[in-house]
């Protein structure tokens, strides 16, 4: 039993249980990974004098504040790891165009492994975290559980910023409209 839910995980993880079309889905998640980490550093630069504030949560602010420093901090001191994710995440979806890279660079002379070959084995490990350090282990898993913050409070400033508006606005111009249209008893 044990054994068929670690391999149906792996199938979840490797091809979202899709196959061949979950396996390519995979590859273009882990680009849109790496492009949300190069986006986010851009649109989280506050400025040459702010940007110390951006590196720590701010528990004391109001729900709004904390929700944003919560988002900014987490999302600057997990950057690294979470583009590693993202460009393993092609590499394990695409491994050709990387193999072909260490290749152009660094042609096979020798039995030896090559540096590039070496980065490469070093980047699946990374991604799967095989370490036998249980700390480290730790690191990764709460370092893994990141990206689920992040989308939860990047929904949340979304909500504010763009939804929360909108349906305010909806609902106020609903009211005014009923209000409009309701006869009025004498």
Same mark, same amino acid.
């Given at each position: 039993?044990?054994?068929?839910?670690?391999?149906?995980?792996?199938?979840?993880?490797?091809?979202?249980?899709?196959? *061949?079309?979950?396996?390519?889905?995979?590859?273009?998640?882990?680009?849109?990974?790496?492009?949300?980490?190069?986006?986010?550093?851009? /649109?989280?630069?506050?400025?040459?004098? !702010?940007?110390?504030?951006?590196? /720590?949560?701010?528990? *004391?602010?109001?729900?709004?504040?904390?929700?944003?420093?919560?988002?900014?901090?987490?999302?600057?001191?997990?950057?690294a790891f979470?583009?590693?994710?993202?460009?393993?995440?092609?590499?394990?979806?695409?491994?050709?165009?990387?193999?072909?890279?260490?290749?152009?660079?660094?042609?096979?002379?020798?039995?030896?492994?090559?540096?590039?070959? %070496?980065?490469?084995?070093?980047?699946?490990?990374?991604?799967?975290?095989?370490?036998?350090?249980?700390?480290? !282990?730790?690191?990764?898993?709460?370092?893994?559980?990141?990206?689920?913050?992040?989308?939860?409070?990047?929904?949340?400033?979304?909500?504010?910023?763009?939804?929360?508006?909108?349906?305010r606005r909806?609902?106020?111009? *609903?009211? %005014?409209?009923?209000?409009?249209?309701?006869? %009025?008893?004498?």
């Amino acid at each position: 039993m044990g054994f068929r839910v670690l391999l149906w995980l792996v199938d979840l993880h490797d091809n979202l249980l899709s196959g *061949k079309t979950g396996h390519l889905a995979n590859g273009v998640g882990g680009a849109c990974v790496a492009l949300m980490c190069l986006s986010g550093i851009l /649109i989280w630069w506050p400025g040459v004098d !702010k940007w110390r504030r951006s590196l /720590i949560i701010d528990w *004391k602010a109001n729900p709004r504040s904390f929700n944003w420093s919560l988002h900014s901090a987490l999302g600057f001191w997990s950057l690294a790891f979470i583009f590693m994710w993202g460009i393993s995440g092609i590499y394990l979806s695409w491994p050709s165009p990387f193999n072909d890279l260490v290749d152009y660079f660094d042609t096979p002379q020798s039995r030896d492994l090559r540096f590039g070959d %070496q980065v490469l084995a070093w980047l699946a490990r990374l991604h799967f975290g095989r370490f036998p350090s249980l700390p480290l !282990k730790l690191v990764w898993t709460f370092f893994g559980l990141v990206p689920v913050a992040l989308l939860v409070t990047g929904v949340v400033m979304w909500w504010n910023r763009v939804l929360g508006p909108w349906y305010r606005r909806t609902i106020a111009e *609903k009211h %005014q409209l009923h209000i409009q249209t309701t006869p %009025q008893s004498r």
